[in-house]
């Protein structure tokens, strides 16, 4: 199988990693948010906004922090259960770099396609390039300990989960397939894709219909449908998993809004994201 040396990989991002730099020493902004802020970046450059990152090289650090916390505000809105209400809510200096427009109404439309892709880039490229900067960082605040995952403070994430960054030798061979192997839809979990349908008592709903419903408005979405089970033989399924086959499909059918409402045979079906309740 073919691979890429951690040495190699810092070649190739070593434009990712001065400007990661400058965000944790130069700058001194919290590591955690640093990590997540690069990983949004990273998302934008594959969303369309090529080069972001590079093109911050030539800027002053007061502008490269304002477009850090530029970056900030779209995380905050993913975040957030109240987002912004304003569908036109700019990133005035982040638009003026790219000489493109964007907008808080990106990632609000684009939610849990952000929030996955975001999680992508965090785990598969910010986990492994940004090693030894980190490492830099903590000595002066905390112990490292050797053969050990870094302790990120603010890891595990509400929203983006765990993150393990594990020092590596600069000989250490990674795996690749593809390009890197790394593509945002490699590593998105059925949870990521999943919706989750409450119906109305005493007008029940079958699965043959969630999955007529949503292929009908969607096109060939769907992957599996998981019934409540363990009901009575008097009793109607009061809930329902829709797992889709792809998390675009996710910000599609809620079109930015938390809940949508759906009808099928004269039966209503409201859906949301799925959220795992251990």
Not at 88 to 104: A, D, H, Q, Y
Not at 120 to 135: E, K, P, S
Not at 237 to 253: E, G, K, M, Y
């Amino acid at each position: 199988m073919a691979s890429i040396s951690l040495e190699e990989l810092h070649a190739y991002h070593s434009i990712d990693r001065e400007v990661f730099s400058r965000l944790v020493i130069t700058l001194v902004r919290d590591p955690a948010e640093s990590l997540l802020v690069m990983a949004t970046w990273l998302w934008l450059e594959e969303k369309g906004f090529p080069n972001i990152i590079g093109k911050m090289m030539n800027l002053s650090d007061p502008l490269v922090n304002v477009l850090a916390d530029e970056a900030v505000s779209c995380l905050n809105s993913l975040e957030s259960n109240n987002p912004p209400l304003a569908g036109n809510v700019g990133l005035p200096f982040t638009s003026r770099l790219m000489e493109k427009e964007i907008s808080l109404q990106l990632f609000l439309q684009n939610r849990f396609t952000a929030i996955s892709g975001i999680k992508n880039f965090l785990n598969t490229v910010c986990a492994r390039i940004f090693t030894d900067i980190l490492q830099h960082v903590f000595r002066t605040t905390t112990q490292v300990i050797p053969n050990q995952p870094l302790v990120i403070p603010g890891f595990p994430h509400r929203i983006f989960g765990g993150l393990t960054i594990m020092p590596r030798p600069m000989d250490f061979d990674f795996p690749t397939g593809g390009l890197w192997g790394w593509s945002s839809r490699n590593n998105i979990s059925e949870d990521d894709r999943t919706m989750f349908l409450t119906f109305s008592r005493g007008f029940p709903v079958t699965g043959d219909e969630v999955r007529e419903l949503f292929t009908r408005m969607y096109g060939d979405c769907v992957e599996t449908v998981h019934m409540q089970e363990n009901v009575a033989s008097e009793e109607q399924p009061l809930f329902a998993r829709l797992v889709l086959n792809s998390v675009a499909t996710v910000d599609q059918i809620l079109n930015g809004r938390r809940i949508a409402k759906f009808r099928i045979n004269g039966k209503h079906i409201w859906a949301r994201k799925y959220e795992r309740r251990e």
